[in-house]
Each structure stands twice: as C-alpha cells, then as structure tokens.
C-alpha cells in the first residue's frame, strides 16, 4: 500500500518496529493537529525511536534493503539530525540506500509503501526554519552556567571565525581584558557523558562560547600562546572527506603546529594547564598538548602554569570536536570524543549482569555448552599488548575454543547464534554462539541453534572489543562493544618536545596500495597523494641522516614536483625511464639521534622494476638502526609518498599503484598481450549467488585447489572449506559458514597439478542461500551437490576462458550466501621455478613465464656478466624483454635460436665472489647456453669459480629470473614440460 505523509514544518519523533526487516514507522510532525499514522504492521519484535528537541532537525537517512520472493523490504534505518546519529534499526544487509538533505535544507515527511513490512522509502525537504538556542556552556557536572550568551553577536569573518585583526606580524599588543572577570576556576568535569561531550575546564564566565560541533576526526591543530596564556587555537577537521576549519581567540604571541596522520593516527587526549591571571583578573587556558591513539605527543604551547587538566574520550575514542569559550584569548576549552559503538543485550533477563569494558580486541574465546544452553563464556582480551581475561558463567558441558587466526591482522567482527524459552529452568537462555572474522574465518558452533537467532556487528565492519551480558550458571544474554575507529593507545605521556621510541613498522601495503609509516613519531604529517608513476628522486643527506627528499611525478602526462624537509648535507639524484622503468622498492633505515633525542630516518635507496638500484642516500645501510624495505603486493610501481618531517626527514611511507595489476572481470585475456601484463595476471570475479552474509576472502595467491569439502543440511550449503597448494606446500583453508547439528559432508579431491578447477556453477533461492554446486576442471564434471537444480531458483557461474580458479570468496553466516574466485592462467601456473644461483646482493627481477625463448642478450665487463635481456614467444608474438644489470660499454653479444622447433633446456652458470669497491661480492661470471638441437652457445664471460646446470628432465626453459644492481648477482629459471 502506497502513503503520503507530505511535507511539514519539522519532524517531531520518529516510532519504529522490527525484528530482522522494518515492520512499520510512525512519525509525528509539529505544526499539525492531524494523528500520526503508523506505516506497516506492529508484529515486530522489538520497538524503538526517538523525539527531537525544538532546536534539531533530520539532515541524513539512510538505510539496507533485501529482495525476497514477494519484492524488496527494507531491513534497517538510520537517522541522522544535526546533532547526533538515531540507530541503526533493524538488521543491515547487503543492499544500501541513503537520501540526505540538501544545504540549509531538512528531512520534514516521508513517504513509501508497506504491508507486513516497510518496502520502499522516501522523503520530503523543506528549508530549516529554526532560530538556535543561545548557548549554555556547561561547566559543571549537572549544573549550568552563569547567563546565556547572546545569539547576536558580532559578525564573524567568512571563514566562520571571530578573532579580532592583528598586526601583520601576527603580534599585538597585551590583549584586553576578557570579558566578564571571574575569580573561581571551573571544577575540571574531564570525563565525556554518554554523548562524548566533556564539560568545560578553565576560567567562568569569560569570553565568548563557542561549540564546534561533531566531525568524523582531526587532522591539524594550530595553537598561538604569548607570556600570559593560550591566545588562539584553529583546527582543520575531517567530515565526509573533506576538511573544514574552526578558529577561536586571538592570533597573539608564537604560533606553533601539530598534524596528525588522519586517519591511521587521531588525537586521543587534550591535556593543559589553566591558572588565574592577576595581569587581566581572570582564569585562562596556560597550556594545551595532545596526545594520539599511537602514543605519540605534541609539542607544549605555552607554559604550564596552574592545574593540570587532561581531556580523554572512554575507551580511547577519538577527538571529534571543541566546544569552550574565548575572545581575546583562550578562557575555557572542552571536547567531544567518538563514542564506541555499543549493541543492546539479546537473549533473557534473568543472571547478573556484567560488563568487560573495552579492550583493544579479543585474541581467543572459549565456550561451554550443554544440552540446554551456552553456560560459560572466556574471552582474551588484548590490551596495550598484554592478554587480559574475562569469565561468566559456570564451566559445565563441552568445552571449544577459538583462537583468532593472524590477530591482529584478522578480527572478530560479529558475534551470531541463538537464544530460546528453556522450560526446564523456566527462563529464556542463549543456546548457540559462534563468531566470524574479518576475514571471513568462523568459529565452531557451540551449542544448537534453537529458538531466535541473532547477529551483532557493529558499524562498517568493526572489530570486537568487549562482551556485556547477563549470567549466573548460564549465560542469559549478551551484547558487545564493536570498535567505531577510536581505539588506541591513550597516552599518558606528557609533551616535552622529544620522542624516543620509533613508529610501528607497517610495511605492507592496505587495500588502498598504502604501507603504514617507519621511523621517528616527530616532524609535520605531509602527504603527497597518487600520481601516475615517478621520473626522479633528489635526496638530501648529512653524515647521521636524511635531510630532504624531492620528487618529480607524473600525472597525465605532465611533472609535479614535491619537496619535504630542509636542503643540508650532500644532494644527489637518481633518474628513472619512466615509463618503460618504474621504482617498485623503497629501502633504508632509521635510527634514534641523541643529539636531537628523536628518531629519524639514516638512509634511503630506490629500487626499480628492471632491477636496477640507486646508490645509497646517507649513512651505509645497516651501519646503526632499523633497516625497512617498502614495497607492493605484487611487485607494483612507486606512485606516490607520505610521510613527516621539519628540519629532517623523520618518517617515510609509500603509495605503490594498485590499479596496475588486476584485470577487469568482464575483460577476456587476449592471447596477443605482451609482457607480463593482465594475461599473466590473477583476476577476481565478483561473488554470485544470494544477499547478505558476511564477507570473507581466502585470497588468490596460491597454485591451485587441491580439496574442497562441502557441508549440507536443511538450510543447503551451510559450510565450505577450500584445500590449497602454495608455494609447492599444502595448505589448509579456514571454515566459512556454520555446520548444523543434522549436517553432513561432502569432499571432491582434485589431483594438482595435473588436474585443476576450470569452473564452478550453482543455484541458489529466495533464502539467499546456495543450495547446489557443480565443480568442474580438466578431467571431470561432479554432480550438482546437495541438490540439482529445480528450476526454482537462480542459477550461475564462475568461469574465465584458458584460465582456472586458484582461489575464492565469497559472503556466509549461517549458510554460504554467495561464492566468488581467483582466475590465474593455467600455463601461468603449469610451469615450474628453479632456484636461482648466485649472490644475494641487488634486486629481485623476474620475467614470469611465457611460450619459449627467441633471444638471448648479454653484456659483460672485467668483472662478469653485467647485463642480460630476453626475448621470448608468447602465441605467436615476440615479446621483448626488460634488461637486467646495467650495459657495459662493451658490444652485448646475442644468443639466437630456431623458432618454433628450438628451445633452451639447460643453462650452465658460473659465479665468483669478487672484489669490488673493496667488498667482496658475488657475481654471475659466465653463462652458456644449450639447446634442443644440441647446440650450445659460446661461454658469455669468464669461466672461473663455482659452476651449476639449470635444468630438468623433460622440460624445457621458458622464463628467467634473478637480482641485478650494476651485476648480474644470481640467475634461476622457469621450466615447462615439453609437449608436441
């Protein structure tokens, strides 16, 4: 049924039922005499919502849907107004909607449909037309202030602003008195209240209130102070992406600057002095220093003079925004910090209650089970590295434990299972849980699914980081605390301008291409961003560290330079042909200076796709401190840099391009590409099958499948779990979805690597649940399992031409909603890597795999081969190869071979250790060639030292790899077998 509730004034208070969908919403309007109607039905289970004050409006409300059998219903609402977040509602699925108001306008009616269920949504605007309410600065914990400010005051500067102007300089001279003397100090109210807000500490009744309001984070804090006190402070936030700035006081005296790393790193703490002042007879913020989730502290701006103060989120949320008072300079400051994201109880009444708090995530959970109920519960917590543990209930039943694997790389990110009447004991008790991964790993059932089920997660996917309940010799109910972004370190320590302790080493890359920082917590944030690739680093260096770092991007076409640090010490250059030559590698190392007590980083080089790598900016690698190699998943190019630093470089990390190695899912390979490029690339086909589940990902980094077991029951595919081959070694998948208590399995063992999956179809119906596979590789079909299909339902199919499945995806909860997977191509992976020979020093280079050799070039000098390049058959193209080494000024010499009946099947290697810029180094000295028309080539440089043959019986050689600097240091080979 269609309705219209029109538009109004203002929304008034919004009424909701649910259980897993929206069953109705009811909303009442101002400036209407006309009954609220309630849209929908009132079977939900649970009700809910919310009344606004006079002075908030709805600005944003977004929501899931799901389509069944009888069309689509919406399953959670959200409602945002213009000072907090209603919600969510309901049970987030798969699909997403939103509607937000346009600028100075509001959310005033809604319209849709419904019957048993809320199944379509929409909204009217209107413009805002309330007046605010003057502000009341809160000062003291329940109580209220001294008068109101008055809503007109003096016009503000365009930038939203209201200091006074100063001299150019940015002095002036001594600031007048703020108004309205004060003698009392206000009591420091530090700890936030339910909302985040904290009260504020400082002077009374002086200055001008201001309230920045909430914003998603932090990004810079600008802080002048003279003799007396805090002057001025300016903030640059986050909302939405982009970056908004609020200034308070007067610019007055020095002017200092803190940045943080948004949004790996946010402030977790504001902490300060405040004093009465005799000079102007009231109390002033003196100080103010912050402290962020890494530990690391700002500088002091101004001097500490008074009571100590420290503002700090619960749980180490984050600073989100400012509230205070100021006009002439700073009188009295307060915070709002992120609140983590709490779930309701589920399941009984009955027990005591308890509550862990906030951790920084859950390491390992046990759990008792017995024929009724889940009776006891462990968690390992961690905290600041230390396990901490937690127990309820009483120990009785089977025991099952679950360790998180790869924690803290993978976290619990929902907790599912059930909670049923049990007549026995006349009480309702949870009679199943079980937990799932980030990463899509999930936990053994403990205990039977009975009764309603649920499935707690918290926003965008965030981690566990507590339990909160109900119990006594069971566990009655339970709730948790998932993560909202704001946990870390809380930070204790107070600013005295130094650092001791190096920045944690998160040296690969995110999904984003982007590797966390290493060296030295100091210096201002920059970041550079993503360019298309890089022509040219200029570093400079002093005899204990890196000093400045200039780079020349590319972007479409055209160069941007970028600067970072302070021009001292020794310049030098490394040059790159971009774009036929890339930087995949960023090395060096750092250290802690005791002469500035902080850590900053000692060295740099540049290593580049070709193999080639620049000469050592700084001190010796490896000589004092840390040494860190930055580089891509795959080998990917530089494009971009970020980092910190002032007067030196104290801090590095990269962006490398992500973009330039997975293939579209729609694209085919195309047998005329040269190169190592898409053909010889893995590609990601998206999951198929129903909605909803939660995401989990084995990855597609492996040989292939080699077992796949395939758990059934009354739901269909209730649990898969997928056996790989990588790097040669068996390993074990994790377990997706939940086994059944009347379950039972199914396994297809698949013979890698002359067997290999080249397609897997399935259906799946209105339960969103898959409830058959068909699997299929290079020597047999198996049948649909557990069910054919019927016709009713929907079928698909996972297949990419000449490549076969190395891996897969997908969603699952209580069954496997959906399957995707990884395409590698089959001669990709059919080929064999020897073990190269040689010396460890230089780049890592490898030309993949291909049909055959065309050609082999090799240059060499006095003291061995130098360089090597290869061209090889792909089809019936010649792709021509990258070089390897650096060209002698000597002839390179060709080896040729008769295509298409010759190919290479040995290649016979010397190498020595030599002494080279007096170190010894090995080197590759000769190599010789022999073919399958028992030819053999002329040794390429000299014959001395170690020899070893490359070769396998049978095969024949169709790729080279190895590491290169101004040397061929260590030369290996691919093999294939040799077919008609």
């Known amino acids: 049924m269609s309705w219209d509730d029109g538009k109004h004034t203002k929304v008034k208070r919004v009424q909701l039922t649910f259980d897993d969908v929206i069953r109705s919403i009811q909303v009442e309007y101002e400036g209407t005499t006309l009954q609220s109607q309630r849209r929908g039905t009132t079977v939900g289970t649970k009700s809910d919502g919310f009344t606004l004050s006079p002075d908030e409006y709805i600005t944003d409300v977004s929501g899931y849907s799901k389509t069944t059998f009888s069309g689509d219903i919406i399953t959670a609402l959200t409602f945002k107004t213009n000072k907090k977040t209603y919600g969510p509602y309901g049970n987030k699925t798969r699909e997403y909607f939103s509607a937000s108001a346009p600028k100075d306008s509001q959310i005033a009616g809604f319209l849709g449909t419904s019957g048993n269920a809320l199944n379509y949504i929409d909204v009217h605007f209107a413009p805002i037309s309330i007046i605010p309410k003057p502000v009341v600065p809160d000062t003291k914990p329940g109580g209220s202030d001294t008068k109101p400010v008055d809503p007109d005051t003096k016009p503000t500067k365009p930038d939203g602003s209201d200091t006074k102007p100063t001299k150019p300089d940015g002095s002036d001279t001594k600031p007048t008195k703020p108004d309205g003397p004060d003698t009392k100090p206000v009591d420091p109210d530090t700890k936030p209240d339910g909302s985040g807000k904290t009260g504020l500490i400082g002077g009374k009744g002086g200055g001008k209130a201001f309230d920045d309001g909430v914003f998603d984070g932090v990004k810079k804090i600008t802080v002048a102070a003279d003799e007396y006190s805090v002057t001025y402070i300016k903030i640059e936030y986050v909302k939405d992406g982009k970056v908004e700035t609020r200034e308070h006081g007067t610019i007055r005296g020095t002017l200092k600057e803190f940045s943080v790393d948004y949004p790996n790193e946010y402030i977790t703490a504001v902490g300060g002095t405040y004093d009465h002042i005799f000079t102007y007879d009231t109390t002033l913020i003196t100080s103010l220093y912050f402290t962020t989730s890494k530990g690391s502290t700002s500088p002091l701006f101004g001097e500490k003079s008074g009571e100590n103060f420290d503002l700090k989120g619960e749980n180490g949320g984050k600073l989100v925004g400012f509230h205070g008072r100021g006009d002439t300079a700073l009188d009295a400051i307060g915070a709002y910090f992120d609140v983590p994201g709490k779930t309701r109880l589920t399941g009984g009444k009955g027990g005591n209650a308890f509550d862990d708090g906030v951790f920084d995530g859950a390491k390992k959970i046990t759990v008792g089970a017995d024929e009724f109920s889940v009776t006891y519960i462990k968690i390992e917590y961690e905290k600041y590295g230390k396990v901490v543990t937690r127990e309820h209930g009483e120990i009785r039943g089977e025991l099952k434990e679950y360790t998180v694997p790869n924690y803290p790389d993978d976290y619990i990110t929902a907790v599912g299972g059930s909670y049923d009447h049990v007549f026995t004991y006349d009480t309702t008790l949870i009679t199943s849980l079980y937990f799932t991964t980030s990463r899509g790993f999930t936990s053994p059932l403990s205990g039977e699914i009975r009764g309603e089920e649920f499935n707690l997660k918290g926003e965008n996917g965030g981690k566990l980081v507590g339990l909160h309940g109900l119990g006594g010799t069971a566990i009655n109910a339970i709730g948790a605390y998932f993560d909202t972004g704001s946990q870390g370190g809380g930070g204790d320590s107070k600013p005295d301008g130094s650092e001791t302790n190096p920045g944690k080493n998160d040296l690969k890359p995110d999904a984003s291409g982007k590797t966390g920082l290493v060296g030295g917590e100091s210096g201002n944030t920059f970041d550079d961003g993503v360019f298309d690739g890089v022509k040219k680093i200029t570093v400079g260096a002093n005899e204990d560290y890196v000093t400045y770092i200039k780079i020349e991007y590319v972007k479409d076409g055209k160069a941007e330079t970028r600067e970072h640090g302070e021009i001292s010490g020794e310049l030098k250059e490394f040059l790159v042909d971009y774009p036929k030559q890339n930087i995949t590698t960023v090395g060096g190392s750092y250290d802690h200076n005791f002469s500035y007590d902080t850590t900053l980083i000692t060295s740099l080089y540049f290593e580049t796709s070709n193999g080639i790598t620049s000469p050592l900016f700084g001190k010796k690698d490896g000589e004092n401190g840390e040494n860190f190699t930055l580089k891509g998943k795959n080998g990917e190019k530089l494009v971009g840099l970020h980092g910190r630093g002032g007067t030196a470089i104290n801090a590095i990390g990269a ?155 997908g969603f699952a909860d209580s069954g496997i909603n959906s399957l995707g997977a990884y395409f590698a191509p089959i001669t990709s992976k059919t080929g064999k890597k020897l073990k190269a020979v040689g010396g460890d020093q230089g780049a890592a280079w490898d030309d993949g795999v291909f049909d055959g050799v ?54 016979g290697v010397y190498y020595d250790k030599v002494q080279i810029e007096g170190r010894g180094v090995t080197l590759v000295t000769s190599l010789i060639f022999k073919t399958s028309k028992n030819r053999e080539s002329t040794p390429f440089g000299m014959t001395g030292g170690e020899y070893t043959e490359l070769k396998e019986e049978g095969h024949k050689i169709v790729g080279f790899h190895g590491k290169a600097s101004d040397w061929i240091h260590q030369i290996g080979v691919h093999v294939a077998p040799v077919t008609n």
């Open 854 to 907: 065309r050609e082999i070039h090799v240059g060499q000098n006095q003291d061995g081969v130098s360089f090597v390049k290869i061209d090889y058959n792909k089809g019936s193209q010649t792709v021509l190869g990258d070089g390897h080494g650096q060209k002698s000024l000597a002839v390179v010499e060709t080896f040729k071979l008769e295509n298409p009946s010759e190919y290479i099947t040995e290649v």
């Open 655 to 809: 962006y490398f391009d992500t973009g330039s190695k997975p293939v579209n899912p729609e694209t085919k390979p195309d047998d005329s590409s040269s190169g190592t490029n898409s053909d010889s690339s893995t590609q990601k086909l998206d999951a198929q099958g129903g909605k909803g589940g939660n995401e989990w990902d084995d990855g597609g980094d492996h040989d292939g499948v080699t077992k796949i077991t395939v758990t059934a029951g009354g739901l269909g595919v209730e649990q898969i779990r997928f056996d790989y081959l990588k790097n040669g070694q068996p390993k074990e998948g994790p377990v997706h979805g939940v086994k059944g208590r009347r379950s039972y399995d199914e396994r297809f063992e698949i013979a890698h690597p002359k067997e290999y999956i080249v397609s897997v179809k399935g259906w799946y119906d209105s339960s969103n649940v898959i409830q058959g596979l068909e699997i299929k590789t290079n020597t047999k079909t198996t049948d649909y399992f557990p069910s054919p299909f019927s016709g009713d339902g929907t079928e698909f199919s996972l297949e990419v031409k000449d490549k076969k499945i190395v891996g897969f995806h």
